[in-house]
């Protein structure tokens, strides 16, 4: 006897791994990897790398949680006071 898909739910006729759940595990994940490689370079004190990581999930239609949203704003202000240092210094 075989097994005949159409009776299954949506999730278990779809392949492994691409029913709407995965995929939106999958969208949250990226979220999460590119909100932390956002930490990272902001860490190493390259504003313009880590406000690019939220400028390409903002691109995308996410919507920063708060706490980035001011990190956002802080990382705003100390890469405009780096660039000015630079240019006072030139």
Not at 34 to 46: C, H, M, T, Y
């Amino acid at each position: 006897m075989t097994r005949d898909t159409a009776g299954l739910h949506t999730a278990e006729a779809e392949p492994l791994g691409t029913g709407p759940r995965c995929a939106h595990g999958r969208h949250q994940a990226a979220v999460a990897r590119s909100l932390g490689w956002a930490d990272e370079a902001a860490a190493r004190r390259d504003f313009r790398d880590a406000l690019a990581w939220l400028r390409t999930l903002e691109a995308i239609g996410e919507t920063l949680p708060d706490r980035y949203l001011r990190r956002q704003e802080a990382w705003t202000r100390s890469l405009h006071a780096s660039t000015t240092e630079c240019a006072e210094t030139a």
